[in-house]
């Protein structure tokens, strides 16, 4: 197995995701026959293929540094569970 | 005579134009059949209140009047954009996806937002927390996704059209499920600002409409370079409505063999037999061509798009927006709760793996490895396109699945995308149209794949096979009971 149950424990804790021991069970389960097939890829030679992250031709995109209208504070505030003035309010971070 | 809902952009418009019918009565038409047919199919995660109110006499914008259907992943302003998941359940946008401002502005009417896999994360619309949406062919089939609600409302009247995305085939394989058109333009040749993010190297928006005409005619207004969206390109938008017409006698179309082989139902292949016939009664050369790599699209498209998915969700913490776990007291915790709680299970198993590939000791084996194959399966078809002009395969392996058949075995519905997720590895525009209907009534799809920023000639092909065949003139049938 790939990735028992221990290793998803510490994937999901990476990923900042809280996953119920049953989950935990499951996912090791599916995950692992998946990666199982995705070792496919391993048979292939790929010695001095470059990777390709993206298509497009990407370049840097300027524009003039000038001010713009943007959201109000009520606006980007408006999706928030929980706010606190002007701020984002979440619990509390410093000991 | 077809109901005004069941109609396409095309007729609507010129029944407009001649003042035979009025804004008012399309709409109406399309609200009705929303009544009579949400309740079971489900396609709507949010309907618009109130598209009736203020429709004026038929103005001279070229898409006055057309009622469509947006997918919940692509931001509307003022209108709830859950992406199919309870995280984002009461997630209201403040502004609209460039998409949207563009349709809104030629004078499309937003009906509402449609169903559709978490964050676009499925390949059956299951994988919804507003629950599935049935395939109006056959209430027991899944529509396919993770567009299924736009391909679905499109299918079954409840839309003249619609916007999808498409990152690995969610536009395609319900379009090919529902007997519907779908469109993946090239990367970069329409705007992504508003679209919520899934795997941005991948991810594009598309349309889904009734025939191939009325997806060059939406194509047309929003393909467009954007300052907003740095990977749009800045590219000479064709007239699209003008390249339809054109001749096909002499077009080089390939067939590649190694495609057809194993997991392939036998109605598909025989449906591709006939496509090739079809096209070589028009006049086109059918050469067969060789992708190499195919065989290995699959593990290089999840891992590529699950690790550009764990790092594009990592957003959702419940701080800015979406649902927050109540209860935790210490900020590590209200993270883990609130993604824990927030996210369903298809969702946190890839971003599960997606970590996984991206984490030390595992990074060089499974995601660089799968960035060599992503050039490698590239490479592939810039050696395709010295010999065709286009690429034809089945858009799906098999016709629509029962709902439930594949929700336990999370492999076997990644297999679905065998067909469709080259052409977002490779950036490259691909199309479904209808080709055919099985002997349980369910609709078959065939996919075309062109040359980059060339949607021209897949629209072209595709109208031509259109107009010799009858597929895209069959509706389901609304009124069985099953």
């Known amino acids: 197995v790939p990735l028992p149950d221990k290793e998803v424990q510490k994937i999901a804790g990476l990923a900042k995701l809280h996953l119920t021991s049953e989950e935990k069970r499951v996912f090791s389960r599916q995950l692992s026959r998946i990666i199982d097939y995705f070792n496919k890829l391993s048979t292939l030679e790929l010695e001095g293929v470059k990777p390709l992250s993206h298509v497009a031709d990407l370049r840097n995109v300027m524009r003039d540094d000038e001010q713009r209208r943007c959201l109000h504070t009520s606006e980007v505030l408006r999706n928030a569970p929980a706010t606190y003035r002007n701020m984002f309010r979440v619990p509390k971070v410093i000991e | ?482």
């Open chain 2, 1 to 482: 005579m077809q109901e005004l809902c069941d109609q396409s952009i095309g007729d609507l418009n010129r029944q407009l134009k001649g003042q035979a019918v009025a804004v008012r009565d399309i709409v109406s038409s399309v609200v009705k059949r929303i009544e009579e047919v949400e309740p079971t199919i489900n396609a709507f995660i949010t309907l618009e209140e109130e598209v009736l109110t203020g429709l004026g006499p038929s103005p001279k914008n070229p898409l006055a009047g057309i009622p469509i259907a947006i997918k919940d992943n692509i931001c509307t302003k003022g209108l709830r954009t859950t992406c199919g998941s309870r995280i984002l359940s009461d997630f209201v946008p403040s502004y609209d996806a460039t998409v949207v401002s563009l349709l809104r502005r030629a004078g499309a009417i937003v009906l509402g937002k449609t169903n559709m896999d978490e964050f676009g994360m499925g390949s059956s619309n299951e994988h919804s927390y507003f629950s599935v949406c049935r395939n109006p062919w056959n209430l027991q089939y899944v529509p396919g996704g993770s567009s299924g609600g736009s391909a679905a409302a499109v299918a079954a009247g409840e839309a003249t059209c619609a916007l999808g995305s498409d990152t690995g085939g969610s536009i395609r394989l319900p379009a090919a499920f529902c007997g519907v058109v779908g469109l993946k333009p090239t990367y970069g040749r329409i705007s992504r600002y508003g679209l919520v993010a899934f795997a941005s190297s991948l991810d594009q928006i598309g349309t889904v409409t009734k025939d191939v005409t009325d997806a060059a005619i939406l194509l047309s207004h929003i393909a467009a370079p954007d300052p907003l969206d740095s990977t749009s390109v800045n590219v000479e938008v064709p007239n699209y409505m003008r390249a339809l017409e054109k001749e096909i006698k002499g077009s080089r179309i390939g067939v590649s063999r190694e495609h057809l082989k194993k997991g392939v139902s036998e109605e598909v292949c025989s449906s591709i037999d006939d496509v090739i016939l079809t096209f070589s009664k028009l006049g086109c050369k059918i050469v067969d061509v060789s992708l190499p790599h195919s065989d290995y699209s699959i593990p290089a498209y999840y891992l590529i798009s699950t690790a550009e998915a764990s790092s594009n969700l990592a957003r959702y913490d419940g701080v800015r927006y979406g649902c927050r776990d109540p209860l935790s007291i210490d900020i590590e915790g209200m993270y883990q709760k609130t993604r824990g709680s927030g996210f369903g299970d298809e969702v946190k198993r890839r971003i599960t793996l997606g970590t996984y590939c991206l984490s030390h000791g595992y990074y060089d084996d499974y995601y660089m490895k799968s960035l060599r194959v992503r050039r490698l399966i590239k490479e592939d078809f810039q050696s395709a396109w010295q010999h065709v002009d286009a690429i034809i395969t089945p858009t799906s392996p098999t016709p629509a699945f029962e709902i439930g058949e594949r929700t336990k075995d999370p492999l076997t519905m990644y297999l679905s995308d065998v067909f469709t997720v080259s052409a977002n590895l490779a950036g490259l525009p691909a199309i479904s149209i209808p080709c055919g209907l099985t002997s349980r009534g369910l609709p078959l799809g065939l996919q075309i794949v062109g040359r980059p920023f060339d949607e021209s000639t897949i629209l072209n092909l595709a109208h031509h096979y259109e107009k010799s065949t009858p597929w895209h003139e069959l509706r389901p049938n609304l009124d069985r009971e099953n």
